[in-house]
């Protein structure tokens, strides 16, 4: 992409996510409890939620630390490198670089994918021009398979539960963001959702996807 238009196109693909880590980022400073929602929420847009009579695995028990290298979901086939990210100087969190729209964002400050709480992942939807690493993120649906490679050679195995879509007018940042049952291992992926709203340069909603951990493998190979 010249330069022109790689600078246009980072305008498109950072404000979205950027929109949501920074209210992550606001949470993050800003809340005080770390304590566990009791029931599923629902999105102002839309949600998946669980269909009815689906039974879903048993919570497996949390894993010891280790930071995630790469997650695939083999029903969305996304399989892309996991970074590390941290909070800038407004105290939000830096979405991955718009040079490298294949990778994910892990906030690096918080919970390590595995252990007990939720482990934030985010990534973009899409480019001016091309698909991101979660532009079929929304497609997601409650029993499909999450699986996170980490550098201790553990692989950790999430299970979708949940599915949302929040407006941007609406978003609560604790029910997106906060663990939902204590002593649980739970994952997060976010991305933008809704439509691009041209005249705001941003979209109008934001895709949550929340999984908690079900299993455990031993080694990375076929990951």
Same mark, same amino acid.
């Given at each position: ?9 980072? /305008? $498109? ?18 809340? !005080?409890?770390?304590?566990? *929602? ?6 102002? #847009?839309?949600?998946? /939620?669980?269909?009815?009579?689906? +039974? ?13 290298? $790469?997650?695939? *979901?083999?029903? =969305?086939? *996304? ?5 590390? $990210? &941290? ?5 939000? *969190?830096?979405?991955?670089? @718009? ?10 400050? /918080?919970?390590?994918? !595995? ?12 480019? &001016?021009?091309?698909? +991101? #690493? ?8 409650? !029993? +499909? ?14 299970? %979708? ?11 609560? +940042? ?12 739970? =994952?997060?992926? %976010?991305?933008?959702?809704?439509? @691009?709203? $041209?005249?705001?340069?941003? @979209? ?7 999984? @908690?951990?079900? !299993?455990?493998? /031993? ?5």
């Amino acid at each position: 992409m010249a330069g022109a238009d790689r600078t246009a196109g980072s /305008g $498109r693909l950072l404000t979205g996510v950027a929109w949501a880590v920074l209210l992550l980022g606001l949470w993050l400073w800003g809340r !005080g409890a770390t304590g566990g *929602i009791s029931a599923p929420t629902t999105g102002d #847009v839309a949600a998946v /939620g669980r269909p009815l009579g689906a +039974a879903l695995p048993p919570a497996h028990t949390p894993l010891d630390g280790a930071r995630p290298e $790469r997650v695939e *979901i083999p029903s =969305l086939e *996304i399989a892309a490198p996991v970074v590390a $990210r &941290e909070l800038d100087a407004s105290g939000a *969190i830096e979405p991955p670089p @718009y040079e490298t729209p294949g990778t994910v964002g892990w906030y690096g400050g /918080g919970t390590e994918p !595995g252990t007990e709480g939720a482990a934030l992942f985010v990534g973009h939807v899409d480019t &001016e021009t091309d698909p +991101a #690493v979660f532009y079929s993120l929304s497609a997601a649906r409650p !029993g +499909a398979k999450v699986v996170v490679a980490r550098d201790d050679g553990t692989v950790a195995e999430f299970t %979708i539960d949940d599915v949302q879509v929040f407006t941007r007018e609406r978003f609560d +940042a604790e029910k997106a963001y906060g663990p939902r049952e204590d002593g649980r291992a739970e =994952l997060r992926l %976010i991305t933008c959702g809704g439509t @691009y709203d $041209r005249d705001a340069h941003a @979209y109008t909603a934001n895709v949550v996807v929340s999984a @908690y951990l079900t !299993g455990e493998g /031993g080694s990375r190979s076929g990951v």
